[in-house]
């Protein structure tokens, strides 16, 4: 595979803390608007620019994106963010309790998206990727990082050691506790070393960013269309993280309604499409082996267990028999009566469910499941994997024209 490294702005030190965000797409609109309110010269009101003009504005409106473009301007001429011409990589890694991960910050390539050497799991939605495009559009470069991983590399974990053994150029911890360090390469021994051993490494999986990096690679097919070529286009914004060191959580599901059933009728079907249905006393069930899943109905807690036979993903079992044909939620990336939750709390769970709803806790996909099903050039449901710690958006911008 290709990796690159990059030019970019990047805020000043000083000032990375206020500025880098979580990803635009964990945030609920109302969560996105709060979060802008008490912070309006973080990264987030440039990639949700939206948040600035009154609730029910076309967030797709030309007025949004050119506010994006403009906050980024704004930016530039407050020294928030600063130029960083010479080629480099960037280290990247994020700590939180027991639990660390390191990453590579630099360009991938478009090529090797298309060709499936960078391999998916899942589908986009085409007004979600179009929003992206706009966005790249408008601001003339790759914002938000695409989250890659790659089977592990003890060539490219002793690079990045060494790397790590001077001082950080950012140092902070965010509201969440979770730890941020980068340090910069751009030593050129080290940069060509980096890219060469990237080079024999045959493959690497979009964990996060899907929509991100359907959306660059759009533009770019957009501007090989005009003719351009030898473009920073060809290449876009990524973090590759070896595969090992990623942390998936569960991906929980809550549905608005039971879909007009009964607490007998519903439970009847459960166990009729095969499952186990028993109740739990006390506190959420929090599954702890493949198979299980919590289930908040009725004002209770139950542990249902699949008792079918195959090797699908829990994920998938649950849609295929449960969310499907009971519940009738076809299609859960369009349907506006289920709602997903990352690695969500009892309390959590329990709220967002409420009286007349139902909340399902599941066991986390697993890294190795995700893999196998890229490889097999399979797709998985949506919303089947939740990395923690999320990355920063905002900690470097990608110029490409």
Same mark, same amino acid.
């Given at each position: =595979?290709?990796?690159?490294?990059?030019?970019?702005?990047?805020?000043?030190?000083?000032?990375?803390?206020?500025? /880098?965000?979580?990803?635009?797409?964990?945030?609920?609109?109302?969560?996105?608007?709060?979060?802008?309110?008490?912070?309006?010269?973080?990264?987030?009101?440039?990639? +949700?620019?939206?948040?600035?003009?009154?609730?029910?504005? #076309?967030?797709?409106?030309? $007025?949004?994106?050119?506010? %994006?473009?403009?906050?980024?301007?704004?930016?530039?001429?407050?020294?928030?963010?600063? +130029?960083? $011409?010479?080629?480099?990589?960037?280290?990247?890694?994020?700590?939180?309790?027991?639990?660390?991960?390191?990453?590579?910050?630099?360009?991938?390539?478009?090529? #090797?998206?298309? !060709?499936?050497?960078?391999? +998916?799991?899942?589908?986009?939605?085409?007004?979600?990727?179009?929003?992206?495009?706009?966005?790249?559009? %408008?601001?003339? %470069?790759?914002?938000?990082?695409?989250?890659?991983?790659?089977?592990?590399?003890?060539?490219?974990?002793?690079?990045?050691? @060494?790397? =790590?053994?001077?001082?950080?150029?950012?140092?902070?911890?965010?509201?969440?506790?979770?730890?941020?360090?980068?340090?910069? &390469?751009?030593?050129?021994?080290?940069?060509?070393?980096?890219?060469?051993?990237?080079?024999? &490494?045959?493959? %690497?999986?979009?964990?996060?960013?899907?929509?991100?990096?359907?959306?660059?690679?759009?533009?770019?097919?957009?501007?090989?269309?005009?003719?351009?070529?030898? #473009?920073? /286009?060809?290449?876009?914004?990524?973090?590759?993280?070896?595969?090992?060191?990623?942390?998936?959580?569960?991906?929980? +599901?809550?549905?608005?309604?039971? /879909?007009?059933?009964?607490?007998?009728?519903?439970?009847?079907?459960?166990?009729?499409?095969?499952?186990?249905?028993?109740?739990?006393?006390?506190?959420?069930?929090?599954?702890?082996?493949?198979?299980?899943?919590?289930?908040? @109905?009725?004002?209770?807690?139950?542990?249902?267990?699949?008792?079918?036979?195959?090797?699908?993903?829990?994920?998938?079992?649950?849609?295929?028999?449960?969310?499907?044909?009971?519940?009738?939620?076809?299609?859960?990336?369009?349907?506006?009566? &289920?709602?997903?939750?990352?690695?969500?709390?009892?309390?959590?769970?329990?709220?967002? @469910?409420?009286?007349?709803?139902?909340?399902?806790?599941?066991?986390?996909?697993?890294? !190795?499941?995700? =893999?196998?099903?890229?490889?097999?050039?399979?797709?998985?449901?949506?919303?089947?994997?939740?990395? !923690?710690?999320?990355?920063?958006?905002?900690?470097?911008?990608?110029?490409?024209?």
């Amino acid at each position: =595979m290709h990796v690159a490294p990059i030019t970019c702005l990047r805020p000043t030190p000083e000032h990375v803390a206020e500025f /880098a965000a979580l990803p635009y797409d964990v945030f609920t609109d109302a969560e996105a608007r709060e979060y802008v309110a008490q912070h309006p010269t973080s990264f987030l009101a440039i990639d +949700r620019p939206e948040t600035a003009f009154e609730e029910g504005h #076309d967030p797709y409106a030309p $007025e949004v994106y050119a506010h %994006a473009s403009e906050l980024l301007r704004e930016r530039q001429l407050d020294r928030t963010l600063v +130029r960083d $011409e010479k080629p480099c990589f960037y280290v990247y890694k994020l700590s939180v309790g027991s639990h660390s991960q390191t990453g590579l910050m630099g360009a991938v390539a478009v090529d #090797d998206y298309l !060709d499936g050497t960078l391999r +998916r799991h899942e589908l986009t939605l085409p007004k979600k990727e179009q929003d992206r495009v706009c966005h790249i559009k %408008a601001l003339r %470069a790759q914002t938000g990082p695409v989250f890659l991983a790659y089977p592990d590399s003890l060539a490219v974990d002793t690079i990045l050691d @060494a790397a =790590m053994q001077g001082e950080p150029l950012y140092d902070f911890v965010t509201s969440d506790g979770v730890r941020q360090r980068v340090w910069r &390469i751009s030593r050129e021994v080290a940069v060509g070393a980096l890219s060469v051993t990237f080079s024999t &490494i045959d493959r %690497a999986y979009v964990a996060d960013g899907h929509h991100r990096a359907a959306a660059a690679v759009r533009v770019c097919e957009e501007r090989r269309a005009e003719g351009r070529t030898d #473009d920073p /286009a060809e290449e876009f914004l990524g973090v590759l993280f070896p595969a090992s060191q990623l942390r998936i959580l569960s991906y929980d +599901r809550v549905v608005a309604d039971t /879909a007009g059933l009964d607490k007998d009728a519903l439970f009847g079907a459960i166990e009729q499409a095969g499952f186990s249905v028993r109740p739990v006393e006390g506190d959420a069930y929090k599954p702890v082996e493949r198979g299980s899943y919590g289930m908040y @109905a009725f004002g209770a807690w139950y542990q249902i267990c699949w008792e079918g036979q195959g090797d699908e993903l829990d994920v998938a079992v649950l849609q295929e028999h449960v969310l499907d044909p009971i519940l009738h939620i076809k299609n859960p990336r369009t349907d506006p009566r &289920i709602s997903f939750v990352g690695d969500g709390s009892q309390e959590e769970l329990e709220q967002l @469910a409420g009286h007349g709803g139902i909340a399902f806790s599941l066991y986390p996909t697993s890294m !190795d499941e995700l =893999m196998a099903i890229s490889d097999a050039g399979g797709l998985m449901p949506p919303k089947s994997t939740w990395f !923690d710690p999320k990355l920063l958006s905002g900690l470097a911008i990608r110029r490409i024209w």
